[in-house]
T-cell receptor, first 115, second 118 residues
Framework: QQQVKQSPQSLIVQKGGISIINCAYE??????FPWYQQFPGKGPALLIA?????SEKKEGRFTISFNKSAKQFSLHIMDSQPGDSATYFC??????????????FGKGTHLIIQP | GAVVSQHPSWVICKSGTSVKIECRSL??????MFWYRQFPKKSLMLMAT?????????EQGVEKDKFLINHASLTLSTLTVTSAHPEDSSFYIC??????????????FGPGTRLTVL
């Protein structure tokens, strides 16, 4: 059972455009939702994360929108650049007293920004 | 800050041998480390959670006798793949959760170890 569904699987955006990736989760116990960027042969790097107490979080060109009632969250990349071309993963976990527990990842989105 | 290293970055071994992968938090203490497995062009799957000084907790379907995890210190966790077989070939990635209080105590990932079993 896939607990975090991510779409689209691949995405092509023109330079300067907005890239939008969506995720939906099933486990209502999840309360920590990070997005990771991964380049080939490298480990994932945290981009931005959100908890359910807010509906939106922005850091630079990256914005997370969160809809608790719909159990959905999305990543928006503004002014997309060729250097943003990578695989993006959404994830979810339960936030315990010590921090985020083991992450459940979406299947990933291969993003290509065309010059 | 928040750098996690893995060693080796790439290993090739013969079927039936054991391979040890190290995960180190270089500039912070990690009471909890996680091990993930990633198949080519696929997502990451959580294998186990290890807490310093205690036994690892394995996810359903992960053989604890095959994937031995040791978290001996606040900066080091090791994953040993015992009696490796070709189906164990994969990209193994660790992450470490900082001990000190910060905004989300998020996980920082290592660069991964590519294991190829012949």
């Amino acid at each position: 059972q896939q607990q975090v569904k991510q779409s689209p699987q691949s995405l092509i955006v023109q330079k300067g455009g907005i890239s939008i990736i969506n995720c939906a989760y099933e486990n209502t116990a999840f309360d920590y939702f990070p997005w990771y960027q991964q380049f080939p042969g490298k480990g994932p790097a945290l981009l931005i994360a959100i908890r359910p107490d807010v509906s939106e979080k922005k850091e630079g060109r990256f914005t997370i929108s969160f809809n608790k009632s719909a159990k959905q969250f999305s990543l928006h990349i503004m002014d997309s650049q060729p250097g943003d071309s990578a695989t993006y993963f959404c994830a979810a976990s339960i936030f315990s007293g010590g921090g985020a527990d083991g992450l459940t990842f979406g299947k990933g989105t291969h993003l290509i920004i065309q010059p | 800050g928040a750098v996690v290293s893995q060693h080796p970055s790439w290993v090739i071994c013969k079927s039936g041998t054991s391979v040890k992968i190290e995960c180190r938090s270089l500039d912070f203490q990690a009471t909890t480390m996680f091990w993930y497995r990633q198949f080519p062009k696929k997502s990451l799957m959580l294998m186990a959670t290890s807490n310093e000084g205690s036994k690892a907790t394995y996810e359903q379907g992960v053989e604890k006798d095959k994937f031995l995890i040791n978290h001996a210190s606040l900066t080091l966790s090791t994953l040993t793949v015992t009696s490796a077989h070709p189906e164990d070939s994969s990209f193994y990635i660790c992450s470490a959760r900082a001990r000190l209080a910060r905004s989300y105590n998020e996980q920082f990932f290592g660069p991964g170890t590519r294991l190829t079993v012949l």
